[in-house]
């Protein structure tokens, strides 16, 4: 068997066990990721060496903040090149210096979030169900929803998000979609969807 086929087959009783927060694997290497030191975990499973790292628990949180305002700025682009004929926007200063500030259209790795919660990080743009949207996780676009709903579809979503400044004004687009987070059982993805309120923006 795989590294890959047999990380497949342990990883939802893995999962299952109290402590165990995350099953990966690096090359030929087992990773188990747990709460604490103190597991039951073998340092080889099937001829795999297993590696065990501490997370510390890890839980979905969604806190209520006293947002304050910054100073900000858009952001100059240029288009200039192209990826498989689309074009792509590159940004003339580095995204990662200016991430919490407004920038338009908005790329991967910059601050936005629901309007109430913090701050999170816009993924990637992409077309899913039919329309250009924006992928980040639920805990930042829509607000941690779990089967009981903190955030609806078409809610607004600002870039940046609210702990770096964001506000009214920054609304770039509205939830389209997300894939609520299971507090009592095991969750294969933090995933959810906005869609730009104008084309440009994305």
């Given amino acids: 068997m795989s590294i890959i086929g047999l990380r497949k087959a342990i990883e939802p009783s893995l999962l299952r066990q109290p402590g165990v927060t995350g099953v990966g694997n690096v090359g030929n290497v087992l990773r188990i990721y747990v709460e604490g030191t103190d597991t039951n975990i073998p340092s080889e499973i099937n001829g795999f060496p297993v590696e065990v790292f501490k997370t ?36 003339q200063k580095s995204v990662e210096a200016l991430r919490t500030s407004v920038v338009r259209p908005v ?76 507090l009592q059982g095991s969750n294969l993805i933090d995933a959810a969807l906005w869609e730009p309120t104008t084309p440009d923006l994305m």
């Fill in 56 to 91: 510390g628990p890890i839980v979905a949180l969604v806190h209520e903040i006293d947002y304050s305002t910054t100073d900000h700025y858009h952001m100059p682009y240029d288009e200039d090149v192209s990826l498989m004929g689309t074009p792509w926007i590159v940004p």
């Fill in 107 to 182: 790329p991967g790795g910059v601050s936005i979030g629901h309007p109430t919660i913090t701050a999170g990080t816009h993924g990637v743009s992409l077309r899913f169900l039919g329309i250009n949207a924006g992928l980040s996780n639920n805990h930042v676009l829509a607000a941690g929803s779990t089967f009981r709903t903190r955030a609806n579809i078409g809610d607004p979503i600002y870039q940046p998000g609210p702990h770096d400044g964001g506000k009214e004004v920054d609304q770039v687009g509205t939830l389209a979609w997300y894939n609520p987070i299971d």
